[in-house]
Every structure is written in C-alpha cells, then in structure tokens.
C-alpha cells in the first residue's frame, strides 16, 4: 500500500513555543491531505481540510490561527501548532488521499506525531 | 447523538472464538463504510471496506445495513494477533470526490491465550 510518513514521530517542548509537524506521501501524489486529533481514548477527530495549493478548509472549533497548515506540494502538508499549551497535547494523525481517484475513498495514514507541551 | 456509535468494549476472548463488533451511524447520506483497525499509540489501518451486499476476508466478515444504519464485523477463529481497537468510520461521499472520514471512538478487543 501506499505509504505516508510523518516527522518528528515524538516531540516534547515548552509552553508558548511553535511545533512543526511533517506530513508527507513517499510514493504518490496526495491532492488531499487531512490532519487529525485523538485524544487518549477518544476517537480521532478531524482538524483540517488541507488541498494543494489553496487554503486549509477548518473544521468547526479548530483555531485555523493556531494551527497553521502549508500544503505546498503534492507530496507535503505541514501543520503548525502554534504557541503550543498543555492542551495541545495530543496525537496528531495525517492522512494523504491518492489523488488518482478510484472507485472507492482510500486515505493513507501517517504513522502520527505524539505532542507533549509541558 | 453521536454520528458513530460503537460499544467501547472491551471484549476479552480466548483465542479461537468468534467475536462480532456493531457500530451504528446517525447520518443517513453516509455512503462509505470502513473498519479500521488501531494498535495501542499506533495509527489506525484500514482493515476492510464494507459494502452493501456485505464482504469476507478471510476470518473477517462485514456487513451493512442502511436501512438500521447499522455497520457490524465479525472476526472468526481469533489470533492473539487480533487484540487491537477497532474503529468504525463512515464516509459522506462516495467515489473520488472530497470526503472526511468519522470515526467511532473504536471496540477494544483483547484476545486471550
């Protein structure tokens, strides 16, 4: 299957400082890109809409000033969690659909990037 | 209502049962079906579509039921291997065009020796 890779796999960093988080498809071109949330034993939660080349579509209560999402190529997405709180302390998920299309929906996953903000 | 809905578990067996997860959806536009599987701190991994006519893979068997708005799994022959989070996701759209994923919160299953 296709595969996504996603980097830093763990950070740990200060209140207030800015966490970058790498997404990126390995072996196709990604059109759509998704970012999720999963919160221990809590289901993953969609956070953003991110298409090539255009502005990231927010789902309702995500802070698009907060979370800044860059997807500048067809192969990375990147989302920035701004001036990181405890709060923000998550796993967050990327998923990349393969903009061949096809019958059926298929969005990859990326291995996820779990935040500690102390 | 929550827009899916799946018992959180967890269901503990021992290996070689069979066991069947239910998921139910509020939307009734939903079009695509999945079961995903999710190991502990890992992402999840699509493990099956799910189609109307219902569909098999092995020791997996899924089946739909629009009109009940109901998704269900059934693992036969259970490995320890199999000891995951299962998680049931729907889909608004169908075919190519944009489409988010819901998840349910997912079924713990713990299989035993």
């Known amino acids: 299957g296709a595969v996504v890779s996603q980097h830093p796999s763990r950070v740990i960093c200060k209140s207030g400082t800015s966490v970058k988080i790498e997404c990126r498809s390995l072996?196709?071109?990604?059109?759509?890109m998704f970012w999720y949330r999963q919160f221990p034993k809590q289901s993953l939660m969609l956070m953003a809409t991110?298409?090539?080349?255009?502005?990231?579509?927010?789902e309702q209560g995500v802070e698009k000033d907060k979370f800044l999402i860059n997807h500048a190529s067809l192969t990375l997405s990147t989302l920035t969690v701004t001036s990181a709180h405890p709060e923000d302390s998550s796993f967050y998920i990327c998923?990349?659909?393969?903009?061949?299309?096809?019958?059926?929906?298929?969005?990859?996953f990326g291995p996820g990037t779990r935040l500690l903000v102390l | 209502r929550k827009e899916v809905e799946q018992d959180p578990g967890p269901f503990n067996v021992p290996e070689g049962a069979t066991v069947a997860f239910n998921c139910t959806y509020s939307n009734s536009a939903s079009q695509s079906f999945f079961w995903y599987r999710q190991d502990c701190r890992k992402e999840p991994k699509l493990l099956m579509s799910?189609?109307?006519s219902g569909n098999e893979d092995g020791r997996f068997t899924a089946q739909l039921n629009r009109a009940s708005q109901y998704i269900s799994l059934l693992i036969r022959d259970s490995k320890l291997s199999d000891s995951a989070t299962y998680l049931c996701v729907v889909s608004s759209t169908y075919g190519g065009s944009q489409g988010n994923l819901i998840f349910g919160k997912g079924t713990k299953l713990s299989v035993k020796p």
């Open positions: 998923s990349a659909r393969d903009g061949s299309g096809g019958a059926r929906e298929t969005q990859y």
């Open positions: 799910v189609y109307s």
């Open positions: 072996d196709f071109q990604a059109t759509t």
């Open positions: 991110s298409n090539e080349g255009s502005k990231a579509t927010y």
